[in-house]
């Protein structure tokens, strides 16, 4: 009962929701199991089109492992042809570039009211794709779809440049222009929320942009790309595609027409971006992996701890790039953390998503089911302690039991390498200065948490802990208002939050020389 | 053409009441006074007159709808925007009834009215867009220290708003003040309370919590006082004459040093250079003093012309004045309605009177147009010199005051010669001479060849006697929050 109680209220704090959440009998009704895929194909100049070649490429349900739909595969002629409809879009005296700065702010506004208006709908068919559980999807993805969006509606005319105190007879001051062309690559783990965290900057600066779609979940993208057209904005503001990375992706980062990138995805890709860009000096973000340690004092509320820490590994299937995967616990509370870890583990339902008691869906793909197998497999050989799960569950589509591995030591490839799925790691600490060593030996900087009641503890620990987002007491705060990223491997740049304007802006210094300045 | 003779649409008015806590509420004392129609003399209706007693309600309840405990304290950001937002909706969604009130009251033309509303709106939107971007600092100090800065809301603010754009004032005040998550007193002047008491049922339709925006009719010298010396309440923000201001201030720092910000008059200056395009630079100076019947606190109402082109401007003026139609504002030809009451309208004819004893020439209009309401006919007077009282004194009324020069160095002197400073203008192609204006200009706002273009994102206010602080803009802000540092020794 108070497990229950904790997990709404750990939700709530998690991604503080400002919308309802619903009853069980309301969401109930909602559910339409077999949503209707309405769009398929890609999305330039405000058109559904076919690929250029012809080709589409398969959508599974990774509840089942059967086939939803096809969905058009972008080749690079497409990614071409995107490009020039964004680059159009963008250039001088074009309706976007003349543009009143609010009526960017109003077109966003209205997105957000459309999907607002299909949220069970997008919910639904998120779920469909993705295999997270339908009150997730309902609860906590769509509705910070909208709040992300809303923030940045804000933002348009209110981005200053600086007139500047400067020596000599100058007027000089500062434009922040938008930075151009944008290719944006999105991955599969909140396909919608991701798509809206690039959304957001991009047209709150003005920019034109390529968005491509993540090849196992592409539904709910092109879904919404109908309500970018629905919502008004001009043709080629928005593009929106779907196809693979090695191709499709691969062109977009190539292409001499597009001025910066914004990639979500493994680190081991994001490296192979990077270089890329570099060859021709694009601009680029990136936001990769994470192995982020989770440290839980002997001062903490245990109660909160133990469900803070359940949710900040297994939420999203595991499937999260800041998801707490080492659970550092003061060696006093140790064993009766870990007690009560088993058994909230064991209560971890998992299930058809679109039942409403269950907490964890599928995997998205075999293959990433067969990589968690193997990891749980190196977990065993390394001499951890497997407590529960540690197999698949069931023989369709691709689930995971929820797995707990108490005593795993720092070499152990579960320790080390990044897992992405539902699979807890326990270790156990002595003092401060050793778990912060130990927390921040890592390639990895994206997320950390801490649990104290000791203020001064959680200052200086949040403070030495070399990551983006520090959580205290909490975990997952996603607001709008607060900036994410990752430090060394995790990431380059900022989302959310006016930090991340920057990476989508140029600045422009305007000098002109005037006959006598005066203060 | 138009006649002054106007024939209002029937309106039902709504809301006559004070509006506190969500709820209306009759004067304490129970008095009522009469709202007029300047179209037509008449009046339109009776308003209940708050007084200190109804003050006293109003502070009771804002302070505890600003309670730490209470559902707008605990409100997220995000969520007062949506509100706010959900109030610019509906502004937008009933602009057909109140624009027809807005004239009804005010006497500006219908279409007028329409763009004042669609301006409120925006500007209510502009700042439900700032809610959740209000941020403090976290600043590098010793190794030992957490310091960091809190924006949090101020508390209870009074605002006091005037005549001349009834809407529009009301929503430069709400604005930042409720992105800033404060509470509100606002006192619709007495001769305009009408738009502002239907405004007030759209608040509570939109959900805001009782208590956090009051809405007090009353008068200047009861009710406005009663506000700006008011123990309890934290902040008093006040647009009108300077007169008043200074009233406002030394009350606010007699009673509880409440801050104080302050739009005042002004006696703006435009300066028309030998380069500008002199059809052009006549409309834009037109527009400059006439928008609005004159009554702007921005009216351009010293316009410099340079010799050179000094007769062909006055040429081009009379013309544009006297194409100027005068009448009834629900008349959709109509360009300029009445003054607001007779007491301004006395005023104006008076400053006409003085204009001509002092010796300026009157080039047209000079006297009222038509019998009933308080119409004036667009007047000008040229060969005006700085020392007339037409040219020192802010008018409010269609009068354009054009006075010669043929110095650039002595021009900005005599521009910058006055105890206002709110705005001015200038109009020239030469980069290096507008850039030499707009540094030496001693005004809130310099047009560079434009003028009275406000947008919510650029702040607005007065330097000297027109007031302190600044409205619109992220600048708009700074009013309306109070800074708190806090530092954490770590042990």
């Not at chain 1, 405000?46 to 250029?52: G, H, M």
């Not at chain 1, 058809?352 to 197998?373: A, C, N, R, V």
Request: overall charge neutral; charged content about 25%.
């Amino acid at each position: 009962m108070l497990s229950k109680l904790l997990s709404k209220q750990v939700l709530n704090q998690g991604l503080r929701l400002t919308t309802r959440t619903l009853s069980t009998a309301s969401q109930q009704k909602l559910v339409d199991r077999k949503p209707d895929v309405k769009y398929q194909k890609l999305f330039i100049n405000n058109e559904f089109v076919d690929s250029l070649g012809g080709s589409t490429f398969e959508v599974l349900n990774p509840a089942t492992g059967d086939v939803i739909t096809e969905v058009a595969d972008a080749s690079e002629k497409d990614i071409d042809r995107a490009v020039k409809a964004a680059k159009d879009a963008f250039r001088l005296g074009s309706e976007w570039r003349r543009m009143d700065p609010a009526g960017r702010g109003v077109l966003l506004n209205r997105l957000a009211d459309l999907i607002e208006r299909d949220r069970a709908y997008l919910a639904a068919l998120e779920t469909l794709n993705n295999g997270k559980p339908f009150k997730d999807s309902y609860n906590i993805d769509i509705p910070h779809c909208i709040s992300v969006l809303r923030y940045y509606a804000g933002w348009p005319d209110k981005m200053n440049g600086k007139v500047l105190p400067v020596a000599g007879d100058f007027f000089s001051y500062t434009r922040r222009e938008p930075v151009g062309v944008v290719g944006q690559i999105i991955p599969w783990n909140f396909p919608m929320i991701l798509l809206c965290w690039k959304i957001g900057p991009s047209v709150a600066t003005g920019c034109t942009s390529i968005i491509k779609l993540d090849e196992h979940t592409p539904l709910t993208g092109l879904y919404t790309a109908k309500l970018i057209e629905e919502a008004g904005f001009p043709p080629g503001v928005i593009n929106i595609v779907s196809g693979d990375g090695p191709h499709c992706g691969a062109s977009l980062v190539k292409h001499p027409d597009v001025h910066k990138i914004a990639f979500t995805g493994s680190t081991q890709v994001g490296k192979i971006i990077g270089v890329e860009c570099a060859k021709q000096v694009k601009r680029a973000t990136l936001e990769l992996g994470g192995k982020s340690p989770n440290i839980v004092f002997a001062d903490c509320d245990l109660d909160l701890a133990v469900e803070m820490s359940h949710f900040a590994l297994f939420f999203n299937q595991g499937q999260c790039c800041c998801a707490g995967s080492r659970t550092y616990v003061d060696e006093k509370i140790y064993d009766e953390f870990v007690q009560r870890s088993i058994e909230r583990t064991k209560r971890r339902k998992v299930g058809d998503p679109f039942d409403d008691s269950t907490e964890q869906g599928p995997q998205i793909s075999h293959e990433q089911m067969d990589k968690i197998l193997d990891l749980i497999e190196s977990g065993r050989r390394n001499g951890a302690k497997l407590l529960t799960g540690g197999e698949r569950h069931g023989d369709k589509g691709f689930f995971v039991q929820p797995t707990l591995f108490a005593d795993v030591q720092d070499n152990h490839r579960i320790a080390r390498e990044e897992i992405f799925g539902p699979v807890m790691q326990i270790l156990k600490f002595k003092s401060i200065e050793e778990v912060v060593e130990r927390a921040n030996d890592s390639e990895y900087g994206l997320a950390a948490s801490v649990f104290t009641k000791d203020l001064d503890k959680a200052i200086v620990v949040s403070n030495a802990l070399r990551a983006g987002s520090v959580w205290v007491n909490t975990y997952d705060n996603f607001d709008p208002v607060a900036p994410f990223g990752g430090f060394k491997h995790s990431g380059l740049g900022r989302e959310k939050s006016e930090y991340s304007l920057d990476s989508y802006s140029e600045t422009k210094c305007v000098t002109m020389k005037i006959s006598e300045r005066n203060s | 053409m138009s006649s002054t003779d106007s024939n209002p649409p029937k309106l039902d008015i709504k809301y006559t009441q004070i509006f506190i806590n969500n709820d209306w509420h009759k004067a304490v004392k129970g008095k009522t006074f009469p709202v007029i129609n300047p179209s037509t003399g008449e009046e339109i209706c009776q308003v209940e007159e708050a007084t200190r007693a109804d003050v006293d309600k109003a502070v009771e309840a804002a302070r505890k709808a600003f309670d730490v405990e209470s559902p707008w304290r605990k409100l997220e950001p995000a969520a007062r925007g949506n509100l706010m937002r959900k109030f610019a909706q509906l502004l937008r969604r009933d602009i057909d009834y109140l624009s027809k009130l807005e004239t009804l009251n005010n006497g500006k033309p219908v279409g007028n009215s329409e763009g004042d509303i669609y301006s409120a709106a925006n500007c209510i939107d502009y700042y439900a867009g700032w809610t959740d971007k209000i941020v403090g600092e976290t600043i590098p100090g010793a190794h030992d220290q957490v310091i960091f800065t809190r924006h949090e809301p101020i508390g209870v603010c009074g605002q006091i708003i005037p005549w001349n754009f009834p809407i529009a004032m009301m929503a430069w005040k709400l604005g930042p003040a409720l992105a800033c998550g404060n509470v509100i007193i606002l006192k619709p002047a007495e001769q305009t309370p009408l738009t502002a008491l239907y405004c007030a049922s759209l608040i509570k339709e939109a959900g805001f919590p009782p208590g956090v925006v009051n809405i007090i009719p009353g008068d200047g010298p009861e009710c406005g006082h009663a506000i700006a010396a008011h123990e309890h309440i934290d902040k008093v923000a006040f647009t009108g004459s300077v007169e008043v201001g200074k009233k406002v201030q030394e009350a606010a720092a007699k009673s509880n040093l409440k801050r104080v910000s302050l739009e005042l008059g002004g006696k703006s200056p435009l300066i028309i250079c030998e380069d500008a395009d002199i059809d052009y630079a006549a409309e834009v100076a037109h527009m400059a003093l006439f928008f609005n019947a004159a009554q702007t606190c921005t009216a351009a109402s010293r316009t410099y012309v340079h010799a050179k082109i000094y007769d062909k401007f006055i040429a081009k003026s009379i013309e544009l004045a006297q194409q100027r139609i005068v009448g009834d504002p629900f008349d959709s030809n109509t360009v300029q309605g009445p003054q607001i009451n007779e007491s301004q309208f006395d005023k104006i004819l008076g400053y006409i009177e003085s204009g001509k004893k002092d010796g300026a020439k009157l080039e047209c209009g000079g006297e009222r147009a038509g019998s009933k309401g308080y119409f004036i006919k667009p007047t000008i007077f040229s060969d005006v010199k700085d020392d007339m009282q037409i040219a020192r004194e802010e008018i409010f009324g269609p009068i354009m005051s054009v006075l010669k020069f043929d110095s650039y160095d002595d021009v900005i002197k005599r521009a910058n010669d006055s105890t206002f400073g709110l705005a001015a203008g200038v109009i020239t192609n030469d980069l290096t001479r507008s850039m030499m204006f707009a540094q030496r200009l001693q005004a809130g706002t310099v047009w560079v060849n434009t003028y009275h273009s406000v947008s919510n994102q650029a702040p607005f206010g007065g330097f000297k006697q027109s007031g302190h602080g600044r409205e619109l803009g992220k600048y708009g802000l700074e009013s309306y929050y109070e800074v708190k540092t806090v530092v954490v020794k770590l042990v």
